[in-house]
Each structure stands twice: as C-alpha cells, then as structure tokens.
C-alpha cells in the first residue's frame, strides 16, 4: 500500500518526514485527548462495546416514545409518515416484506446506537442514556423481543437475541479482511 | 451601471427564436418543434450582450434541473419532503456531470457547517489519534480524480412494476461523475499510525443522522480512498459534504460519508443500522446479502429514451456506462429487444470507475422495437439483462438493480420504458 502511495505521487519533503514515523504526525493535527474522544465516541459495536452506563424499562420507554417519537412512527411504532417498528416476523421471503426492528433488525445494539445518533429526528442526541435505554427497551418489549418489565442496561443489552440474527449472509470477500500493510 | 444600446423588442424577439432553435437542437431524430429561423435571413442580428459577473449563469433557454424524490413515484415534491434529488442524465453531454445537478441523497437535510468550526477526530485502534482541521487536510497531499458516484438505490422503480410512462432521470438519475479532489486515505492511515490488525474503520457523518458506515480496510480502498474537500475543481457543495467527505471509488454511495467528522478504526465492522437494517439486499430466500459494497457493471441509453419521441431514418443512440470494478471496455446496442447486438463507439475518456459515452448510429424503419445497451468491465463482467438479473436476484433487494434498461419504441415513435 505505502510503495503504491509513493510511486503516485510527489510530494514535498515535509510530506515525506511526516509519513515516515508516528512521531511526526503532530505536523498535522494536534493530538486528540481521551476525555475529547469521549465527547464523539458514540458508535455502539455488537459486543456491546461502546454502551454507556444506565439503563431503562418498557413502562418508561413508553412515556418517551409518545411524546417524541409516535408522531412519525405511530402510536406502538406501528408506523406512520416513517417507518414502521413493530411486526412483519415471517414476511421477508413474501412479495411484501415488512422490514422492522422486530423482522428484520440483527442486532440490539445497532438499534440503540441509532436512537443514540439519530433520533428524536429533528433533536438528534436530545435523549439522556437512561432514556435511550428505556426507548430501546419499549421497542424490543413491543416486538416480544424482551418481557415488558425486563430493565434493559449496559450489562445486558448485547446479550439480547433478535429474532433476525441469522437472517444476513455476507460477501465472501468481506468475511475476513486481508491487506498487504 | 452600464445598460445596452439594444432596443427592447430587439431583443426578445431574439431571445423567442434562440428558445425555439434550443428545443429543436437535440440529438438524432429526435422530434421536437420546427425551427422558427428557416433562412438565415431570420436568424437575429448581432449586438451587444449582457453585462459580466461573478458566476456564468445558464442560458434562460436551457432548462435542466434535478427532480426531487420522496419515494419511488413520488417526484417534484416539497423539498422538505424529499428524500433525494435525482440528475437529468437525458439532457446532458459528455462524461462530467455538473456540479449544481450532481445526484443528492441525504438522510438528515443537507448541514451547513461552518468549515472554521469542523474537525474530523481519527481514533481507534491507531498510535495517536488526531484532530483534524480542514486547513490540515489542505496542508496534506492531494490527488485528484475523475469517478462515478452512484446511490445503491438507483434503478429502484424497475425492481416490480414500473410506469412505462418514467424517463431515464427517473430510472437512472442516481449516479454522477465528477473529479474529486482531496487527501489520500493511505496518507491519513500512515499518519496517524494505524494498528496493522485493524481491518474495519466505522466513518462517521456530522449531518443530523450522524450517518455512520463500516469500511473494510481492502487493499483496494486503502490505495483509493479520498479524503475529499473538492469537486470539479472548487470546494464541495453542502449538499456533496462540505467541507470534507469520504470518497470510495467504485463503492456504493452511502459509503461515501459526506461531512466526514469521525473516522474510528476497529477489527470487525461495527453493525450500524445502514448496513444492517437498510442497506442491505433481501434475497428471494428472505435472508439479507450485506455488505454488497460495490457498484455493479451498468449502462443505460439517454437519448432516445424514456418519453421521447423519434422519427424513422437516422438516429444516434448516446448513453453512459460505469462499472465499480474498473474501466468500461465494451458496449453493445441492441435495436431488437436483445436479438442481435452492435458495438457502440466509446467516445473516451473511458476512465477507471467513471461514466463513459457510448454512442451507435442506428435508421429506424418505423417499425415498432425495443433498444437496449449492454457494458462490459476491464475485468469481464458483463451487464445481465433483466430476466436473468431478477431470475437470480429477485425483486425484492431494493438496492443494487444493474439489468439493462430496455425502451421500447411504437410505431409513432414514441419512446417509453419497457420492463423486459
């Protein structure tokens, strides 16, 4: 990879001593501190890495969910001017695949980290963890994914089974990734 | 200010007859209405044009636009409720797409950030992370490069039962060429030190959705991907990820993160809903294929094309072809629905990843057919015709239609989409 990079280009020699060791890269950019990374580090991975510390119920969840988020996804996220959350299991091999969190989503923690990034749509970011947790609880308690009175939490929620965890087959070629680095 | 000399009447009268000249001027044998300037006695007098500005605004007589989507079928909307815009490919030339009609898709509005205020942070499994300001990236090595865009859902209105009534900026108007200009990925990866087991890098969006995507770290997209802060020579629009997006050549559009502000590298992907939930393709089976990453070898005919209308005798049948697996090396035009095919002329440039210009002249007798083009990649993949590609994909994987696009012509001439 780096010989292709140099054969392409050319560069000035201030470029070439700031690629050639990691105690230069201060040339550009200054170094990011852990309690900044903080600040951005949102992403949510399957194994539960990345979970902030709370948690929340159904019952709670609810109370949110009408207030911010039934006006786009309906009332029990049956949906609305967005997409519908709740049912369709069974359909996806149908003429009419209903794709929701309940039939098609493979991962709890992907729904988290979505709420977490994305939604409330219009204040993206606005919901405490607690209340994150409590969101995603109502949702999965919705699909019967998880009893209504199950208090989801960072201890938990990636043991979480979707029903629609063996429902995805990857390209070969991005099972294992290999490069020449 | 400096007004002209030229007397009013003067000068509309010539605005009408270039209008009129204008729509009749396209390709072929395309019917349009009759010249108004039959001798060149008609044609306006000369004079004095308008006054220079800042910009070189389009000619009042020129109407090209994109057409904002909320759905499939559902155009021309409140730009509140659009979800994309999709580009007039039936009215443009060449390969490059221009800037203001390059395709938009977005899944939270289009930011504008203000670029003194933007950072992009590269952490993870890396020997320092960094904060990145845009006037680092700028200080930083460029490249350029000329290379297709194309969102994974174009062609969506021709997975089930599309009207025969769409154009090809409907069916197509989702993939745009431009040149990109920004920071080598490979520069950024040796600069920050990268761990050699990491294989998976998540980037991340600074639009409301925080749109967030899994790149595997291929050798392919290392040597290629760009750190882009440029397009057709100027600084990117908001709507393309001003002030800097991720570009992937050849890769599916929502990969291509625009107002890149977090790249985080790991070893495995990281699972976010766009490529669990949404960007990934049901099978006929009802299991999903993820991680379809590359855009599939394509080519549509622009002109003639959907809602034309032609006359018999001589046509030239133009289009555009791409593939994210290379250069275009071969299109064929068929005039029989598919019975028999000609190679079409490559128009150049043809270049790696990009749109190329096919043309074929072509006398239709008058009789009522059906055109369709057919590309080939530099690595021998050939564009499936539609029966084949559903018969194996199915129709319900939203995402990724390559087929051929077929427009069938009647006896009047008139061009309309064919699902065959």
Redesign the interface.
């Given at each position: 990879?780096?010989a292709?990079?140099w054969r392409?280009?050319v560069?000035?020699t201030i470029?070439v001593t700031?690629?050639s060791s990691?105690t230069q890269?201060?040339e550009?950019?200054?170094?990011?501190s852990q309690e900044?990374?903080a600040l951005?580090?949102?992403?949510?991975?399957?194994d539960g890495r990345g979970l902030p510390i709370g948690g929340g119920t159904a019952a709670r969840g609810q109370v949110i969910f009408e207030q911010t988020c039934a006006a786009c996804h309906g009332a029990g996220g049956q949906g609305g001017a967005k997409d519908r959350l709740v049912g369709g299991q069974g359909t996806?091999?149908s003429?009419k695949?209903v794709?929701t969190?309940g039939s098609?989503?493979?991962?709890a923690?992907?729904?988290f980290?979505?709420i977490r990034?994305?939604m409330p749509?219009p204040d993206?970011g606005s919901l405490t963890a607690d209340e994150t947790y409590a969101v995603t609880a109502y949702i999965l308690s919705l699909n019967a994914i998880i009893p209504e009175d199950f208090v989801l939490s960072k201890e938990n929620l990636a043991q979480v089974r979707m029903p629609n965890r063996e429902?995805?087959?990857?390209?070969a070629?991005?099972i294992h990734?290999?490069?020449?680095? | 200010m400096l007004k002209r000399f030229s007397d009013p009447d003067r000068l509309s009268r010539r605005r009408f007859l270039t209008a009129t000249a204008a729509t009749a001027a396209t390709a072929g044998g395309v019917i349009a209405a009759p010249a108004t300037a039959d001798t060149l006695a008609d044609v306006p007098p000369r004079g004095p044009g308008d006054d220079l500005g800042a910009y070189s605004p389009r000619s009042p007589y020129v109407q090209i636009a994109r057409i904002p989507e909320a759905a499939p079928g559902q155009r021309n909307v409140d730009p509140s409720a659009a979800i994309n815009s999709k580009s007039p490919l039936d009215k443009f030339v060449g390969t490059i797409t221009p800037t203001d009609l390059h395709y938009e898709r977005s899944?939270?509005g289009v930011p504008n950030l203000d670029p003194s205020k933007h950072r992009v942070?590269?952490?993870g499994m890396v020997?320092?992370?960094?904060?990145?300001?845009l006037e680092?990236l700028r200080?930083?090595?460029s490249?350029s490069r000329i290379a297709f865009l194309e969102c994974t859902g174009n062609g969506w209105e021709n997975w089930k039962s599309a009207p025969d009534t769409v154009t090809v900026q409907n069916t197509h108007g989702l993939v745009s060429t431009h040149e990109w200009t920004g920071v080598?990925l490979?520069?950024l990866?040796?600069?920050?030190?990268?761990d050699?087991a990491s294989?998976?890098m998540?980037a991340?969006g600074d639009d409301?959705?925080?749109?967030?995507r899994s790149i595997?770290?291929?050798?392919e997209i290392?040597?290629e991907g760009i750190l882009a802060y440029g397009q057709n020579g100027e600084p990117l629009r908001p709507a393309h990820g001003f002030p800097v997006r991720l570009f992937l050549p050849g890769f599916e559009g929502n990969l291509n993160i625009k107002w890149l502000?977090?790249l985080?590298f790991?070893d495995?992907p990281?699972?976010?809903?766009w490529e669990?939930?949404r960007y990934?393709q049901?099978?006929?089976?009802?299991?999903?294929?993820?991680?379809?990453?590359k855009q599939d070898v394509n080519s549509v005919i622009t002109a003639p094309s959907g809602m034309m209308r032609i006359k018999p005798g001589s046509n030239r049948i133009t289009g555009l072809a791409w593939s994210g697996h290379g250069r275009i090396t071969r299109v064929e035009v068929s005039a029989d629905g598919g019975a028999t095919w000609a190679v079409a002329a490559l128009t150049g440039p043809v270049l790696p990843k990009a749109q190329a210009r096919f043309q074929h002249d072509w006398v239709w007798d008058g009789r009522p057919t059906k055109i369709v083009s057919r590309s080939t990649d530099e690595q021998g993949n050939v564009q499936p015709d539609r029966a084949s590609f559903i018969a194996q994909v199915g129709?319900?994987a939203l995402f990724h239609y390559s087929a051929q696009q077929t427009w069938g012509i009647d006896e009047a001439g008139h061009v309309r989409n064919v699902l065959a």
């Open positions: 990879m780096c292709m990079f392409n280009l560069l000035g470029l700031a690629a990691s890269a201060a550009f950019g200054r170094a990011a900044e990374i951005w580090d949102i992403d949510v991975r399957p996806l091999a003429a695949p794709k969190v098609f989503w493979p991962y923690t992907s729904l980290d979505y990034r994305a749509y993206p429902g995805f087959v990857p390209d070629e991005y990734i290999g490069n020449s680095r | 899944h939270s942070l590269v952490h020997k320092q992370p960094l904060v990145l300001t680092d200080a930083m090595p490249i080598p490979s520069f990866i040796d600069l920050v030190g990268v050699r294989t998976w998540l991340e409301g959705a925080a749109v967030a595997p770290l291929t050798d290392i040597a502000r977090r985080k790991g495995q990281f699972m976010t809903r669990t939930a990934t049901l099978r006929p089976d009802g299991k999903a294929r993820q991680f379809q990453l129709t319900n």
